[in-house]
């Protein structure tokens, strides 16, 4: 488990290894905010407890205005690992088969890679529909494609704790966490 660091603001940014997140504390160019008593790194004089909650000393800016590309990682986190057609979850998928990408305007007929034109479906699925769109091949999504909160994207592929989770429920409110443990739609 990685450790949150948070922005001077208390803004959430990513989660960072335990080792970065001590060199930081370390360097004082962030203050442990939470800590695992239970663990601790050792040095020849000293012993520090696990970070779990950082925050940076100094505000380091974020753009906002960039957009994340599709990454199947990203589009099977938006869709919480289930097939959009069949309902099923990976883990309820037999023998060979697997998560895809399905176009529902298909690339051969001019679709593209964007949020709105793309969902999760198995491998059983996406080979029945095929070159088709949804309605000619009589298979309708269980939700609408649609580009995921910035937030909700970033924060969908991480697992965090529920110390970490209170620090993004502060900043970003109940109803983003909320989404992160069950799933983006």
Known sequence: MGCLTLNASYEPLTIVPLRRALRLVIDQKAEALEVDESRFFRSES???????????????????????????????????????????????????????????????????????????????????????????????????????NHVELVWAVRKVTDIQAKYIEVFYGSDVVKALQGGIH
């Open 46 to 148: 000293l012993v520090f407890p696990a970070p779990v909650v950082i925050r940076l000393v100094r505000y380091v800016h974020v753009p906002r205005r960039f957009r994340r590309h599709v990454t199947n990682t990203f589009l099977f986190a938006r869709d919480h690992y289930t097939c959009q057609y069949c309902g099923r979850h990976r883990r309820e998928l037999g023998h060979r088969e697997f998560l895809t990408r399905d176009h529902l305007l298909p690339l051969c007929r001019g679709g593209d890679n964007t949020w709105d034109n793309v969902i999760t479906a198995c491998t059983r699925c996406n080979h029945r529909k095929g070159n088709r769109t949804p309605e000619e091949s009589r298979m309708r999504p269980l939700h609408p494609a649609t580009e995921p």
